[in-house]
């Protein structure tokens, strides 16, 4: 059974921080994704990374396919990137689109 | 484009009830996803759609059940409400399969249903 874990489950930092988000599952994949979730409840994909690196403005998302694990980092942060964060990953079978969820990791901005 | 449109925003039901959540999208997305979120828990896919005429079981599908006549439209019905239906329900689309390489699956904005 693929798990996806991420941590911390909750964050808390100030505006201007560098912050890191991770995320590691257990069997092999074919992509992750980041999503975020807005605090009125709306979700919005930030990435679809199969191997190495993808920047997005203040967002960068690794990711290391041998170890497994994952990484959301958000540069200069800023109370309005306070929000849930989402893992999620595809695994390697073929054919169905079925994507295995983390819980999030909530992230909150101080200003 | 309104993008993914889903209603009603807030149901409470009573246990036995029927209900269909509907979910629309005007982006002509093939794919089309029915998740669920219980508090604390990752999301949980009930459902997809590859193509009109097509669906196919999540993980968890006990309880409901789909339809897709349309490319537009892809409702969720529960045809015998349960205290454990309770949650909120997410309508998710994509133009292509999720695991191609540039594919994001667009969300609409949640149901939330309480069982009673």
């Known amino acids: 059974k693929n798990e996806v874990e991420q941590s911390p489950q909750n964050l808390t930092a100030q505006e201007g921080e560098f912050i890191t988000i991770n995320c590691s599952y257990s069997?092999?994949?074919?992509?992750l994704h980041w999503l975020q979730q807005h605090p009125g409840g709306g979700i919005v994909s930030l990435f679809m990374l199969s191997s190495g690196k993808k920047k997005h403005g203040r967002l960068i998302a690794t990711i290391n396919i041998q170890e497994k694990h994952s990484s959301l980092h958000i540069t200069a942060s800023h109370p309005r990137d306070s929000a849930v964060y989402i893992c999620a990953v595809d695994p390697s079978n073929f054919g169905n689109e079925k994507l295995t969820f983390g819980t999030g990791t909530r992230l909150t901005i101080i200003p | 484009n309104a993008g993914v449109t889903q209603t009603p925003k807030f149901r409470i039901l009573k246990i036995g009830q029927s209900m269909t959540l509907q979910c629309a999208q005007d982006m002509n997305h093939n794919y089309m996803y029915w998740y669920r979120q219980d508090p604390g828990m990752g999301l949980k896919l009930i459902y997809y759609s590859v193509g009109a005429g097509i669906t196919d079981k999540g993980e968890v599908p006990n309880g409901y059940n789909v339809s897709r006549s349309t490319t537009e439209d892809f409702p969720l019905r529960l045809e015998l409400a349960a205290p454990s239906q309770t949650s909120v329900y997410f309508c998710?689309?994509?133009?292509?399969?999720?695991?191609?390489?540039?594919?994001?699956?667009?969300f609409g904005p949640g149901t939330r249903l309480l069982v009673l």
């Open positions: 998710a689309s994509s133009l292509l399969p999720i695991r191609g390489p540039k594919e994001t699956q667009y």
């Open positions: 069997v092999g994949i074919s992509a």
